[in-house]
């Protein structure tokens, strides 16, 4: 009487460390491609910077309604250019208690990206555009 004992089935057989190896460059390649791209476009873009200036230019507005006095805004030139709606340059926003202001535009560029904060001088809105 013979036995006969069979071979591992093909299902069994693991991966080789070469295998694992390519796997793994390839892996780490794409992500040192990828990431700072990502990164850079989720935390340092146009607007982003663009965003939190509406936010603080709409707290500005709100702060010189509620005290019912006057709220400047100093922009810093290293970080956008202000411009003023009649388009002369400017160095800051003058909220009024009515919730007017002295307007303008900012405009953000960033990474060939550019993000635009207009504000009303009639009535002090903020609003924030892509380009």
Do not use: Y
């Amino acid at each position: 009487m013979t036995t006969r004992t069979s071979a591992a089935p093909n299902a069994e057989r693991g991966f080789t460390l070469l295998e694992l190896l390519v796997v793994i460059a390839l892996m780490a390649l794409v992500a040192a491609t990828v990431l700072p791209h990502f990164l850079a476009a989720s935390s340092e873009s146009a607007r982003h910077w663009a965003a939190r200036a509406a936010d603080e230019l709409r707290t500005a507005r709100q702060q010189a309604i509620t005290m019912a006095r006057p709220v400047s805004v100093p922009i810093d030139p290293k970080i956008t250019k202000l411009r003023s709606l009649d388009g002369a340059d400017a160095s800051q926003i003058l909220f009024f208690p009515d919730g007017g202001s002295t307007g303008g535009r900012l405009v953000f560029e960033l990474n060939g990206r550019a993000a635009t904060v207009t504000v009303d001088d009639l009535t002090g809105a903020v609003s924030l555009h892509d380009g």
